[in-house]
Each structure stands twice: as structure tokens, then as C-alpha cells.
């Protein structure tokens, strides 16, 4: 056991420079799944600091919390990537090591221990450290948020849940461990005769188009599919999600067959281009990239993935904040609704949060100022805040509304648009006591359809209501008609929507309002809108600075794939200098490989990014909430918001990837060439 554990550090010891890129890999993942725990806390400590309110900014972190998890879950595959590629290294640049032990009498359990027990001194030193940079991480994304939000969405600084944190340092030892299970298997087949065998250069690579052309196929018959039919047209919930997740598993999958064959005709084609303007170097790069085609497919793919990621999140945000969420708001706008109350959501989320529940709500003696003051002008319908799980759009805290059925009716189709019944067969409904008005998302959770009963829970109790109508409503907001809305809260109003009669002068009538109630605040809808899609500019800003760690994490598995490569090549790389190619020389041929793949990766990163954008647009579309969308305009219309952040993607990767090639490159530079030749 003593001899086991000496070569083990002997091992990780003669190999400095990869045993720190794997730990610093395993630490990224843990780090940063620590580091998502921290945003998510300061979110909630922000947002729920005032207990009173706690309830009401609950549904808010329905839309962080899977953001978040899927940021963390992409850098932790990214980071998967890392440390596979760097055992798979180590298995291959230790052949000879391992064919020497098999050949003096080491059995196959003892190299499968001695692998495994490398994987698990790494994974527990990488734990460790992420641990200890996932909170420092956590400071400056907490830290980074702030400054992108601007006060918008309030953060305050909190610690990673204990459980996250399990998680984290859990995760990073199975990472390890699982990560260096195929390698190892690798290992224990090998046959010690060959294993003895000194490396021999990866030779080119033939690629077969079999595999290519079944994915070609598969992308045209989506994409003509999504053309001729488009889903997200008559797909209705709950069947529009799992949908929208099998299309995009298709073009995933098609984009995964593609990819290999992809970067080998780069390499072919790349090969004529660099013949007429450079053409000793660049031929080199061309050719090396074709060799060992598994190793720089995976370099590829990984770099692809963070460049698709950070893509399609972004058209993901934008579809779902601008096409989806403020056009339910646009009813408002355009019949010129707009809001009063104690409130004003445009100074941000910071500032409502310090004041107390009591000061938010209106009293009698405001409504009743209220609606003398527009007397004639305009119609007021009091909207009193209510917590229903069965009602929820998002998670079982987004909020929902109560009012009276005469002032509901009054708003009309500035607040709720039908998809399922109408004002007419809803009026009897709502005139007979409880009844909601609920979006197809909630109808469909709930299993139910007009005139069916629906039993409601909420903070004063719980009554049993009839479904008067399901349709679209602002933000995804669902109303319960009842004569008495004060019972479902316990409180007062929050805050009226004021629809003024044709012809009023909508600021003449807002500026009469704060004249007779000082305490009132009021804005048009329109205000809103433009804050919204501030905070998902900034949303998706925030979230795109988290992503880059995926992008960087992905970067360095180039330092992996091109070290294993310079390994393999040290005696044609010492031939080239014996030869007389300079140093500079040498280096140009490492860093245009890396270039290349980078190239490459960025390229199909951001095509594949764009498509899921228009895949996911135009499959899920708008029907979880009531919205019949122009899908192939929206969808376009997103992947162009995103085509900037793709094309940072391609322009970055590359330069990443040059940066990680450093390393391979002084490597085999500081090595004589005759020496290596001698040593061959």
C-alpha cells in the first residue's frame, strides 16, 4: 500500500503543470456551483429581508433560481470536459510508464487503483480549493451583479447553502472519479508489449460521412418541419415543453454528428487556402488538425458548447422578457392604462423593499380621493394582491390579483384577452361569486377548462371558484373575480389601474391624481415596458459574464489537447528544428492549430446557439400564455439580438485557445531538438 501511495505522488509530483490544470478544472466546478448557491441566497436575502413583503417578491425568484442552476450546470460540463481530457492525457503520455509495471508484475486492479487513486487525491485537493475560491467567486458575481442590475433587482450579500455546498464537493469527487473511469479502463487493457512501444504520432484521419449525412438529414427535416408546421402554432401546454426539449435534443443531436466531420473539412479546405499565402505553416496546421481526430473533436465540441450556451441563452432571455412577457403588458400601453399606487416599481425592487407592508397598501380615504379625482374621466379597478400556489404562473409564489367583477370588466381587454370563452359567457360566471381568469399554463397544471370549479388557496384561506375564462393576461398574472377581494388578502388594495375614457388627457389626469392624493404614485405602462427590457438587457448581460467561465474552462482543455499532441510529435517538431525552422516557427504551427480548432469551435458554437434560439422559438411559441405569436419574425428577430454575443463567441475562442497553447508551445521549445532526436 506504501508503494501505491508513493507512485501515486510521484506520479502527480513528475507531472506539475497537468496535475494543477486538472485540480484547477475540478475546483472550477465546485466553485462555481458554490459560487450560483451565493447569487441565489443574495437574491433571496435581498428580496425577503423585509418579512412583511416576503410573500408578495416571492414569485421573483422564480426566475432566477433555473437560470442560475443552468449556468452552474454548464460550467460544471464544461469543466467535465476538462478533467477528462486531461486523464485521457495522462493515460496516453504514460504508456511506457504503465506497460514497465505490467511488464515487472503489476496486476490490472493495481493500475486500476493506481489511476483511481491519482483521480482521488486530485478531486479531494480540488474540492478543497474550490471551496475556498467558490466563496471569493460568489463576492465578485455578487459583486458584479450589483454593479449590472444597478438597484433594479436588490442583492445582498449572503453564504452558499449548506446542502449547495455538499453538493459541490460531492459532485467535484465523483467528477474526478468518473472522469478518469474510461481512461483507466484504457489503461487496463493495454497490452504491455505495446504499451513499452515509444508514441507515435496520430496519423490523418479519414472522417466517415455516414454519420455526418444522418445529421444533415435530421437538421433539414427539423428545420423544414418547424417551417412547414411550425409547433409552437397548435402545440398546447403541458405538451409545449417537452416538445420544445425533443426538438432541441434533435438539433443537438444533428449538430453532434456534424461536428466531427465539420472541423475536417475546415482542416482540407483550410489546407488550399494556406497553400497560397502560407504555404509551409499553414499546410502544417491544416494537416495536424485532421490527426487524432477524437481528442480535437472533443476540444472542439467543448469550446462549441460554451459558445453555444452563452448564445442561445441570450435569445432564450430575450424571447421570453420581450416577445413573451411584454407583449402581454402591451394591451396596457396601447389603450393607455396606467397605474396608481404607493409603489413605483421603476425605481427598483431596492427601494420598495424598505418600506413596511402597511405603507404599500392604499387606505379607504386614498380610493376614495381616487376615484372622485377621475370621476368621468376614467374607469379604477383596485387590485389587491393574492399568493395562490394553484394559481401561480411561475413556481407556487408568483402573485395573483383580486378585484371586482364589474372593475375587471371595466379593464377588459386592456388586461386580459381571451383564448378559451369570452366577456359575454365569463359575465354570468363572474357575477356568481368566485371565478378566475387564468392562463393556459395554469388551466393546463390544474387540469381544467371553462366552467369547471377550481379550488384556490391563498394567504386568508382557501374558496372554491369556476373558471370564467382562460386566455393571456399582463405578465402572466391571473385575476379572481369575487365582490369581496379584500377576503383573499386581508389587506387593502395595492394598486389601481386607471383606463382613461376615450379622448382624456392621459398626463393632465396623472398629474390631477398626485394633486389629490400626494401619497400616489403613477406611471403608464409604457414606463414599465422600457424598465423591463432594461433589466433583461442586464439579466442577460449578468448571466453571459457568468457563462464565460464555461468559455474559459473550455479553453484550457486546448492546453490538454495540444500538450498530448506535442507529445506524440516531439520527434517530427525536433526534426522540423534540426532542419532549421526557428523557434518562432514552431510556435506559429502550435498556435494555429489551437487558432483553428478555437476557430472552428467558436464558428459551430454560434450557428448551433443561433439554431436553438429559432428551434426553441418557434416550437414553443406562446401558448402557455395565451399568445398566438408571427413565430418565424420573433425567432429571427432574437437570433439577430443574439447574432452580437455569437459573434463575440467566434472572435474570443480563438483567442482563448491561442492564449492556452502558450504552454505546449514552451514546452517543446525548451527542449534541444538533437537531444529529442537522440533520445528517439
Known amino acids: 500500500m506504501k508503494s501505491l501511495n508513493a507512485l501515486v505522488w510521484r506520479s502527480l509530483i513528475a507531472t506539475r503543470t497537468r496535475t494543477l490544470l486538472t485540480i484547477f478544472a475540478v475546483a472550477l466546478g465546485a466553485a462555481t456551483t458554490i459560487a450560483v448557491s451565493m447569487v441565489g441566497q443574495s437574491i433571496r436575502r435581498g428580496l425577503f429581508k423585509n418579512q412583511e413583503v416576503a410573500t408578495i417578491m416571492g414569485g421573483m425568484v422564480s426566475y432566477f433560481d433555473p437560470m442560475l442552476s443552468f449556468v452552474g450546470l454548464m460550467i460544471m460540463l464544461a469543466a467535465a470536459f476538462l478533467v477528462y481530457n486531461a ?86 469527487l465523483s467528477l474526478a472519479l468518473v472522469a478518469m473511469l474510461f481512461p483507466a479502463r484504457l489503461a487496463m487493457r493495454l497490452s504491455p508489449l505495446a504499451a513499452l512501444k515509444a508514441p507515435e504520432s496520430a496519423p490523418m484521419e479519414k472522417q466517415t460521412v455516414r454519420r455526418a449525412k444522418f445529421g444533415l438529414a435530421l437538421a433539414i427535416l427539423l428545420l423544414g418541419g418547424l417551417v412547414v408546421a411550425p409547433p409552437g402554432v397548435w402545440v398546447k401546454p403541458p405538451l409545449d415543453f417537452p416538445l420544445t426539449i425533443a426538438a432541441l435534443g434533435l438539433w443537438l443531436g444533428a449538430f453532434v454528428l456534424l461536428l466531427p466531420v465539420l472541423a475536417g473539412m475546415v482542416g482540407r479546405r483550410g489546407r488550399r487556402l494556406f497553400a497560397r499565402h502560407s504555404p509551409g505553416i499553414g499546410r502544417l496546421v491544416s494537416d495536424n488538425i ?44 396601447e389603450q393607455q392604462v396606467f397605474y396608481a399606487g404607493r409603489i413605483d416599481v421603476s425605481q427598483g425592487w431596492t427601494v420598495i423593499l424598505n418600506q413596511k407592508l402597511e405603507t404599500m397598501m392604499m387606505n379607504d380615504a386614498e380610493v376614495d380621493s381616487l376615484s372622485r379625482a377621475v370621476e368621468g374621466k376614467a374607469t379604477v379597478t383596485l387590485m389587491h394582491f393574492v399568493i395562490s400556489p394553484e394559481l401561480s404562473f411561475l413556481g407556487d409564489g408568483y402573485f395573483s390579483v383580486a378585484s371586482t367583477p364589474e372593475a375587471l370588466m371595466k379593464l377588459g381587454s386592456a388586461f386580459y384577452t381571451f383564448s378559451e370563452g369570452d366577456w359575454e359567457s365569463a359575465r354570468p360566471l363572474m357575477e356568481q361569486g368566485c371565478a378566475v381568469l387564468i392562463t393556459p399554463l395554469v388551466a393546463a397544471r390544474n387540469g381544467v377548462t371553462v366552467g369547471d370549479p377550481l379550488e384556490v388557496h391563498h394567504q386568508a384561506g382557501r374558496n372554491l371558484c369556476i373558471v370564467a375564462g382562460i386566455g393571456s393576461s399582463a405578465a402572466g398574472i391571473s385575476a379572481i373575480s369575487t ?123 454560434a450557428i448551433a446557439g443561433l439554431g436553438c434560439t429559432v428551434v426553441f422559438v418557434v416550437t414553443y411559441g406562446g401558448s402557455s400564455f395565451g399568445l398566438q405569436l408571427a413565430l418565424w419574425p420573433a425567432a429571427l428577430h432574437n437570433a439577430k439580438a443574439a447574432l452580437g454575443v455569437a459573434l463575440f463567441g467566434v472572435i474570443a475562442a480563438p483567442l482563448i485557445a491561442v492564449g492556452a497553447a502558450w504552454l505546449p508551445a514552451r514546452h517543446i521549445l525548451r527542449e534541444n531538438p538533437i537531444e529529442t532526436l537522440a533520445g528517439q
Open 290 to 333: 485532421q490527426r487524432g481526430q477524437r481528442r480535437v473533436t472533443l476540444t472542439v465540441f467543448t469550446l462549441a458548447l460554451a459558445v453555444l450556451v452563452i448564445t442561445g441563452l441570450t435569445g432564450f432571455i430575450g424571447f421570453v422578457m420581450n416577445d413573451l412577457m411584454l407583449t402581454t403588458w402591451a394591451g396596457m400601453a
Open 483 to 605: 365582490p369581496h377581494p379584500q377576503a383573499f388578502t386581508n389587506t387593502g388594495p395595492l394598486m389601481a389601474f386607471i383606463r382613461p375614457i376615450l379622448g382624456a388627457d392621459v398626463d393632465a389626469l396623472q398629474a390631477e391624481i398626485r394633486a389629490a392624493v400626494p401619497n400616489l404614485r403613477t406611471n403608464s405602462f409604457s414606463v414599465y415596458m422600457d424598465a423591463f427590457a432594461d433589466v433583461a438587457s442586464m439579466l442577460t448581460a449578468g448571466f453571459d459574464g457568468m457563462l464565460l467561465l464555461a468559455l474559459l474552462a473550455a479553453g484550457m482543455s486546448v492546453v490538454n489537447t495540444m500538450m498530448m499532441s506535442v507529445v506524440e510529435r516531439q520527434h517530427e517538431l525536433a526534426l522540423l528544428r534540426a532542419v532549421g525552422a526557428t523557434r518562432s516557427q514552431v510556435s506559429a504551427v502550435i498556435a494555429g492549430e489551437a487558432a483553428l480548432m478555437g476557430l472552428i469551435g467558436g464558428l459551430a458554437g
Open 87 to 172: 486523464f485521457a492525457m495522462s493515460v496516453t503520455h504514460r504508456r511506457q510508464q504503465i506497460g514497465a509495471l505490467r511488464t515487472l508484475g503489476t496486476t490490472r486492479a493495481q493500475i486500476w487503483r493506481l489511476l483511481l487513486s491519482e483521480a482521488l487525491v486530485i478531486g479531494l485537493i480540488g474540492a478543497g480549493v474550490g471551496l475556498f475560491g467558490g466563496l471569493f467567486l460568489g463576492k465578485v458575481m455578487v459583486i458584479g451583479m450589483q454593479a449590472v442590475l444597478g438597484g433594479m433587482i436588490p442583492l445582498e450579500e449572503a453564504p452558499p447553502l449548506t446542502s449547495d455546498v455538499f453538493l459541490a464537493l460531492v459532485m467535484s
